[in-house]
């Protein structure tokens, strides 16, 4: 199979340092080049589509079957973003060589037990891991080894590290993917639905096995192997401070009466949808919050002009989202504008507050940036912004291989970043002007 974005150089006398050919005589034509072949259409999982797994004796004949399998599980959860309240799974996709295909709907149990016994400590195949493993975890499915196709293609340098475009361009298959953002809550789940979900799981453990080829030929195999552990072994995100701020919008607001009336609608809005399982944003929008929380109006009919507020919620609910804003328009607890943290200020304002600072931050990226060319692998793969940005801000106060490799562990990055970035890093540090004269 050939791969055009995995070139190499070639070797010195190969037939690439050749002489150019000499040119066709008259009246020959040159022999006309292949066309790129059209990727297949993959839309029919090779088994056919597998019936969903409601019952216990389903879910048992399902881990049987795949602990009789070999090799790795590939894995995938569907989730009804944009519909129900939190990222639950709705349906939860698995195949393994040997056993097939199995779609299993988590909703009638409590938990997948079965499943995760079944699996062991075989490797999980997942795509973009991070975004599936909170709600597989959330029924017991947690793996002991994982290979992550998003984060390979990744490192692999793949342009496109999307499911679909990675098989596309590794498999020459494409998958349909119009189905991505459905409402997977629906029961019960349409048959096209339940095809584009099997076929999802069709595809990993081949396109897991083209992305190591590629890996292991420009000797990045370990480095993608220590990504996947480290998104394995990453511990749950603490619980946001005032995850109202989120609210879009909000960086329009400077009055704190006003962000204590978006505070006040935001809490109500999340304690409805939570009740009504629903997505806070099919009750009211975040627009419709600001604009209510700047306009602060009294009566039911001023509160339903308001642009955005509109809907059943805004008419059935009307009571409650007006007793929101005159709580707000009373307490004496007002929010600050911002909330303190520990991170850098933004970089513009570097040259400002830290001359130094800002020439460490704008050599190091300079450099952390050809390395990652040199590798083919993206700049915020080779290592975080946020990261260099905090290593450039507060450095360790004596600087030298060892205390700034000490310092890049201490913010998370993994043992080939720091053999990568450490050395170059350590200068920029040490004398920023001297390096980027280099």
């Not at 597998?50 to 995938?76: Q, S, W």
């Not at 195949?125 to 002991?144: F, K, M, N, V």
């Not at 220590?226 to 109202?244: L, M």
């Not at 939570?274 to 009750?283: E, N, Q």
Request: hydrophobic fraction near 40%; charged fraction near 25%; charge should be negative.
């Amino acid at each position: 199979m050939t791969r055009t974005h995995h070139a190499t150089k070639p070797a010195p006398g190969s037939a690439a340092d050749a002489p150019a050919a000499p040119p066709q005589p008259e009246g020959i034509e040159e022999a006309p080049q292949p066309e790129p072949r059209e990727p297949v259409l993959l839309d029919m999982p090779r088994d056919g589509v597998p019936e969903v797994i409601t019952t216990a004796p389903g879910l048992a004949r399902a881990a049987r079957a795949i602990a009789a399998g070999t090799g790795p599980v590939a894995v995938d959860a569907e989730r009804a973003s944009g519909f129900r309240y939190g990222q639950r799974a709705f349906l939860v996709q698995l195949r393994r060589e040997g056993s097939g295909s199995w779609l299993i709907d988590p909703v009638p149990f409590e938990n997948l037990d079965p499943i995760q016994e079944a699996i062991g400590d075989e490797t999980w195949i997942l795509h973009a891991a991070s975004q599936d493993l909170p709600c597989l975890r959330e029924l017991g499915l947690d793996p002991a080894r994982l290979f992550d196709t998003e984060l390979a293609a990744r490192i692999a340098g793949l342009p496109r590290v999307g499911l679909g475009p990675a098989v596309e361009a590794l498999l020459g298959l494409r998958l349909a993917k119009e189905h991505s953002a459905a409402d997977w809550s629906t029961r019960p789940l349409p048959e096209p639905w339940l095809r584009y979900a099997a076929l999802d799981v069709e595809v990993l453990d081949e396109l897991r096995v083209e992305l190591i080829k590629i890996l292991q030929a420009d000797g990045k195999l370990d480095f993608a192997e220590q990504e996947f552990e480290a998104v394995r072994t990453a511990p749950p995100a603490p619980p946001r401070v005032d995850p109202w701020r989120r609210t879009s919008g909000l960086h329009q607001i400077r009055d704190r009466r006003t962000l204590a009336a978006v505070r006040a609608l935001w809490e109500t809005r999340e304690s409805l949808a939570r009740t009504r399982d629903t997505a806070p944003g099919r009750l009211i929008p975040d627009s419709a919050l600001v604009a209510a929380a700047k306009a602060m109006p009294k009566s039911v009919p001023a509160l339903l002009k308001t642009p955005g507020f509109h809907g059943r919620s805004a008419a059935k609910d009307a009571p409650k989202w007006l007793r929101a804003l005159q709580d707000a328009s009373t307490t004496s607890e007002l929010p600050p504008n911002q909330v303190p943290n520990n991170a850098p200020p933004p970089p513009k304002v570097w040259a400002d507050k830290d001359p130094v600072a800002a020439a460490r931050l704008q050599t190091a990226r300079a450099w952390v940036s050809r390395t990652a060319e040199s590798l083919n692998i993206p700049t915020e793969n080779l290592l975080t912004p946020d990261t260099l940005r905090r290593l450039c801000w507060s450095p360790p106060a004596q600087i030298d291989p060892d205390t700034v490799a000490d310092a890049l562990r201490a913010l998370g990055a993994r043992a080939w970043q720091i053999d990568l970035v450490g050395p170059v890093l350590t200068v920029a540090l040490l004398d920023p002007d001297e390096l980027a004269k280099r």
